[in-house]
């Protein structure tokens, strides 16, 4: 894995969460890359295997089977040390609900210099004060972490898990508990460190948000089912107000063919075939494909 280009890079990634009682198969052969410097979301039902993925990739928990390389670091060969510096220095992690990661008695910039007790330099101050200052909170800076809103807690969190410069900003649902106006405030923070070459993957329920992502991925049953891309004309309009993001079609969607050469017809779209069994027709013309049910009529004989 030497593509110094890669920040990502998970092959038939699996996860298996084992009990006394049952399995269960949260990752089925995940394949997705990241490349560095893209900010990249992550969409998909309730239990299809998002916070898994992320964990996998924070380090937070060891995958099953597959590969995972984050910044050519290989996450299955790693030691136990070498997680613990992983996790301090490659990955930041932003959760939906930040309460256990946040210390209530101590003040905002404590809390920001918190991660860095281990870097031996006078420089963690201007560090905290800096990063403050990124996420729009430098008044707060002596404020008891309790004292604060759970927006304005989320952005502290966020200066938290940048704390110690990671190659890789991971968030899972940074704005699943705030509102309209707060999550728009969080995304801008998200894209501005992102112009400035910070690369993150971001978990979101949030359409509005993923609408004004450049490349938004879904996954379904623990795998990349498909892939949604930012049109050239709506990325320079951001911040514009006369988008209506939700219903104006700002993204192209693709489905994703797997390593095997599967791919997954959209649920919509099979529904539309009206397939009797599991049997579908394929055909080649030129060079596309054509997937239909086997009871079709040909075109002209209906
Ligand atoms: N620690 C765990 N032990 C057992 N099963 C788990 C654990 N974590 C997640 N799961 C299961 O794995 C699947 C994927 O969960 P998760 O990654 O949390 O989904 P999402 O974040 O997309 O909602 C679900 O079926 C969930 O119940
Ligand atoms: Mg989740």
Do not use: C
Not at 6 to 11: C, F, K, N
Not at 13 to 38: F, H, R, W
């Amino acid at each position: 894995m030497a593509d110094a280009e890669i920040m990502v890079q998970a092959d038939g990634l699996v996860k298996i969460y084992k009990s006394k009682e049952t399995e269960v198969l949260a990752l089925q052969g995940l394949d997705l890359t990241v490349e560095k410097g893209e900010l990249t979301a992550i969409i998909g039902n309730s239990g299809s295997g998002k916070t898994t993925f992320l964990n996998m990739i924070g380090g937070l928990d060891r995958p099953s089977a597959g590969k995972l390389f984050v910044d050519g670091r290989n996450l299955f060969t790693m030691t136990k040390n070498d997680l613990v510096r992983y996790k301090r220095e490659t990955v930041g992690f932003v959760w939906q609900n930040n309460a256990r990661n946040l210390l209530p008695d101590l003040s905002v910039l404590e809390n920001i210099m918190f991660p860095m007790r281990l870097t031996n330099t006078s420089k963690k101050k201007d560090k905290a004060l800096e990063l403050l200052e990124r996420v729009g909170l430098s008044s707060k800076k002596r404020s008891k972490m309790n004292m604060l809103s759970g927006g304005e807690q989320q952005r502290i969190a966020i200066a938290i898990a940048l704390a110690n410069s990671p190659k890789l900003l991971l968030a899972d649902e940074p704005t699943g508990n705030v509102d309209r106006a707060t999550a728009d405030r969080i995304f801008d923070i998200f894209t501005e460190l992102n112009n400035e070459g910070q690369t993150i993957l971001i978990v979101t329920h949030d359409m509005t948000l993923s609408s004004k992502v450049r490349r938004v991925v879904a996954i379904r049953d623990g795998k990349i089912s498909s892939e949604r891309i930012l049109r050239e004309s709506y990325r320079e309009r951001l911040k514009e107000a006369d988008i209506d993001w939700l219903s104006e079609n700002t993204q192209d969607e693709y489905a994703i063919l797997d390593r095997a050469g599967r791919v997954q017809i959209p649920k919509e779209m099979l529904k539309n075939m009206k397939l009797s069994d599991n049997r579908v027709k394929i055909e080649q013309t030129g060079n596309k494909v054509l997937i239909s049910s086997p009871d079709e009529m040909p075109e002209g004989a209906k």
